[in-house]
C-alpha cells in the first residue's frame, strides 16, 4: 500500500471540523448580515407653510359707508368715492369743516408699511360778476390728526398745494387692528370774491405694503 492511501485512511481530528463549521458560520454572517437590531422612527406627514393676506378697510366716522381695498376688483386696489375727507360742505371765508375716518387692517400679516399719498389739488368752477382766483388750493389750509378728534399734533398741517409733496408715513397695523384720522380743513378770513364758487378737489390713497 503507498504512503498517499495509508494517510487518506487516518481518521480527521476534531479541531479540523470545528475550523470547517466556524469557517462556514462567519461565511454565512457576511453573506446574510445581522441576525437582529434596535429601531426607531419618527414621520412628519404634516409639513406646511401659508401665505397671510393685506386688506385695507376704510369707514367713514358713524360706520355707514365702508369701502375695502377688495372691492370690485381683483388686484386688492380699489376706489372709493362715497367717503369725503374734505366734507364737501360749502364754506364761507373763516368757516372750516371736520371729517374723521377710521383705517382698519382686516387682513392677516403686520405689513411693513403704511402710507397716506394725496395727489394733485386742482380747483374748478367759477365765481359770478368777477375773474376767478386761480390759486385757491394754495389758500385751503389742512390739518391732519391721527386721532379720532382734532387733538394733540397734526400729522400735516399746511395747505393743500404743498399736501402733494408730503406723502405721510403712518403707523404700521396690526391683523384686525384700526386707527382713526381726523381732517380739518378751513378757508381764510380774508377771501376776497374770486374765490366765491370755487372747488378744490383732491384724491388720496392709503396703501399696506409687506
Same mark, same amino acid.
Given at each position: 500500500? %503507498? $504512503? ?21 458560520t ?12 434596535f429601531? =426607531? ?12 393676506? $393685506? ?26 368715492? !362715497? ?11 373763516g368757516g372750516?369743516? !371736520?371729517?374723521t375716518?377710521? $383705517?382698519?387692517?382686516?387682513? %392677516?400679516?403686520?405689513p411693513?408699511? +403704511?402710507?397716506?399719498?394725496?395727489? &394733485?389739488c386742482t ?8 375773474p376767478a =382766483? ?8 389742512? &390739518?391732519?390728526?391721527?386721532? =379720532? ?9 399746511? %395747505?393743500?398745494?404743498? +399736501? ?18 381726523? +381732517?380739518?380743513? %378751513?378757508?381764510?378770513?380774508? $377771501? ?13 390713497t ?5
Amino acid at each position: 500500500m %503507498s $504512503l498517499r492511501s495509508r494517510l487518506s485512511k487516518l481518521p480527521v481530528a476534531p479541531s479540523v471540523v470545528v475550523a470547517g463549521v466556524l469557517g462556514t458560520t462567519a461565511l454565512a454572517l457576511t453573506t446574510t448580515g445581522t441576525l437582529s437590531a434596535f429601531a =426607531a422612527s419618527i414621520q412628519n406627514t404634516v409639513n406646511t407653510t401659508t401665505t397671510g393676506s $393685506l386688506v385695507l378697510q376704510e369707514q367713514n366716522s358713524d360706520g355707514s359707508v365702508t369701502c375695502l381695498s377688495t372691492d370690485g376688483n381683483t388686484t386688492n386696489a380699489s376706489t372709493c368715492s !362715497t367717503i369725503n375727507k374734505y366734507g364737501g360742505q360749502s364754506l364761507a371765508p373763516g368757516g372750516s369743516t !371736520t371729517t374723521t375716518v377710521k $383705517l382698519t387692517n382686516q387682513g %392677516s400679516v403686520t405689513p411693513k408699511t +403704511f402710507t397716506l399719498t394725496p395727489g &394733485n389739488c386742482t380747483q374748478s368752477g367759477a365765481p359770478q360778476g368777477v375773474p376767478a =382766483a386761480t390759486d385757491f388750493c394754495s389758500k385751503v389750509n389742512l &390739518n391732519v390728526y391721527a386721532a =379720532a378728534t382734532a387733538t394733540g399734533t397734526p400729522i400735516y398741517t399746511g %395747505s393743500l398745494d404743498t +399736501f402733494t409733496t408730503t406723502p405721510q408715513t403712518l403707523t404700521a397695523l396690526a391683523p384686525k387692528a384700526s386707527q382713526a384720522y381726523t +381732517f380739518v380743513v %378751513s378757508m381764510p378770513a380774508n $377771501l376776497g370774491n374770486g374765490y366765491q364758487g370755487l372747488t378744490a378737489s383732491q384724491p388720496m390713497t392709503w396703501a399696506m405694503s409687506s
